[in-house]
């Protein structure tokens, strides 16, 4: 079975950064695309940043030129350097994988359990 762990959430300034991690466990073959998605209270859950197995990324226009989000594929891991934190960027912020081929099977989506960021003013 394969499961996905995040890790890196926090408090901080604004002005600063933070980094997040998701490693995707199990007898994983291949992910097509990983990222990350985040909700603040009382809002829809909403695509932050996305990166395919071949390095092709996607940005909300409200973290363009501040996060960065990479990926490890020997390590199933994707990253997202997140710099000039801002208060609105407060949110539990979710690691997806989409399209997984793993030993057990086939998953379509699969879901982090949330990581929560805070950012002070």
């Known amino acids: 079975q394969v499961q996905l762990e995040e890790s890196g959430g926090g408090l901080a300034q604004a002005g600063g950064s933070l980094r997040l991690a998701c490693a995707a466990s199990?007898?994983?073959?291949?992910?097509?695309?990983m990222g990350w998605h985040r909700q603040a209270p009382g809002n829809q859950r909403k695509l932050v940043a996305g990166?395919?197995?071949?390095?092709?990324?996607v940005y909300a226009d409200s973290v363009k030129g501040r996060f960065t989000i990479s990926r490890d594929n020997a390590k199933n891991t994707v990253y997202l350097q997140m710099d000039s934190l801002k208060p609105e960027d407060t949110a539990v912020y979710y690691c997806?994988?989409?399209?997984?081929?793993?030993?057990?099977?086939?998953?379509?989506?699969?879901w982090g359990q949330g990581t929560q960021v805070t950012v002070s003013s």
């Open positions: 997806t994988a989409v399209d997984v081929r793993a030993e057990g099977g086939e998953y379509r989506e699969l």
């Open positions: 199990g007898s994983i073959f291949t992910i097509e695309s």
């Open positions: 990166i395919t197995d071949g390095g092709s990324t």
